[in-house]
């Protein structure tokens, strides 16, 4: 482990990488799988069929595939991300870590949506009915009553689905973004008799990191508990 204090420098800056990569891919995945969970239950028999097959597509693609195809494939086709530089302190956020964020918002909003379904399906018809009733249209039902109970009901799968992202995170480091497994495997390779100390470290501090996460799950699910 002494490898892992001499170069404490650059695990802060992993982490950080890795913190960046999780906070901004789970928002957006939690933004965009609530959209495809409401397109998924709509009147709209269209939408409903396109978000299905969507949805199964991208949840039984591995994720590694997903990034393969937003860092090689999408830029030969018109989409890339080479606007995007941003420099935060120790931070940048670049065309390449920006194809990263794209390809895990993509796959991981597919299992938000999936949650979400879940929790949407434990409310009882009976309100989203009694809502319509008065008149309120399809996405006022939504935003003012189902989904409010959804994500109550949800809690514990979507805490599952950001802990998942966090150690998804790390797949990142193949295509070059500096996160910690990028360094981790850097350690490792300039050090490899201290490879064991360095996993273990490394490893310990994803440990910490996702009790942290459940810790915040556990305390909204109790707030939130549903009689």
Known sequence: MQTVLDNWDLVVRGFTYTVALFLIAGLLSLVIGTVLAALRVGPIAVLRRAVAVYVTLVRNTPLLIVLIFFRIAAPRIGLNFNFVDI?????????????????????????????????????????????????????????????????????????????????????????????AFFRMKGMTNNVPADRYGIFISFALIFVVLVEILSFVANRLERRWRIA
């Open 87 to 179: 420099v935060i302190g120790d931070l940048r956020i670049n065309n390449l870590f920006a194809a990263c964020v794209a390809a895990l918002t993509a796959y991981t909003s597919t299992f938000v949506c999936e949650a979400l379904r879940s929790g949407i399906n434990a409310v009882p018809l009976g309100q989203a009915e009694a809502a319509r009733a008065i008149g309120l249209p399809f996405a006022a039902v939504m935003r003012e009553v189902v989904l409010p109970q959804a994500f109550r009901a949800a809690v514990p799968p979507l805490a599952s689905v950001q802990i998942a992202l966090l150690k998804n995170t790390t797949v990142c480091g193949v295509f070059g973004v500096a996160e």
